[in-house]
């Protein structure tokens, strides 16, 4: 089982940025992938991007690509989540998940964070 616990988000103008980490723990095998997905009210989760926890570039969905970027480090077992040039319609709760295989549906997605809060104002 792999625990995932994401940093606080927060507010931030449109145009701004805001980084994302996601501290993970217990077994985390080299073939795991760690995800983001955002949630924005009254809307279905949304894959954001995910990363290969043994190796590799991150994989972003078309909405945040370019803007968004997924990294982590495991030397600390962080995956990060870098936002740049924010938008209002990148309010959402963020969530971090764990995955045995590549993938960009939440059900297959097993461990998730708690979530943390984004909100970009206009």
């Known amino acids: 089982q792999v625990q995932l616990v994401e940093s606080k988000g927060g507010l931030v103008q449109a145009g701004g940025s805001l980084r994302l980490s996601c501290a993970a723990s217990?077994?985390?095998?080299?073939?795991?992938?760690l995800g983001w997905f955002r949630q924005a009210p009254g809307k279905e989760r949304e894959f954001v991007g995910t990363i290969n926890w043994s190796g590799g570039s991150g994989f972003h969905a078309d909405s945040v690509k370019g803007r968004f970027t997924i990294s982590r480090n495991n030397a600390e077992n962080t995956v990060y989540l870098q936002m740049n040039s924010l938008k209002p319609e990148d309010t959402a709760v963020y969530y971090c998940?764990?995955?045995?295989?590549?993938?960009?549906?939440?059900?297959?997605?097993?461990?998730w964070g708690q979530g943390t809060q984004v909100t970009v104002s206009s």
């Open positions: 998940a764990a995955a045995r295989r590549f993938t960009v549906q939440s059900a297959d997605f097993g461990s």
């Open positions: 217990g077994r985390i095998f080299s073939n795991y992938y």
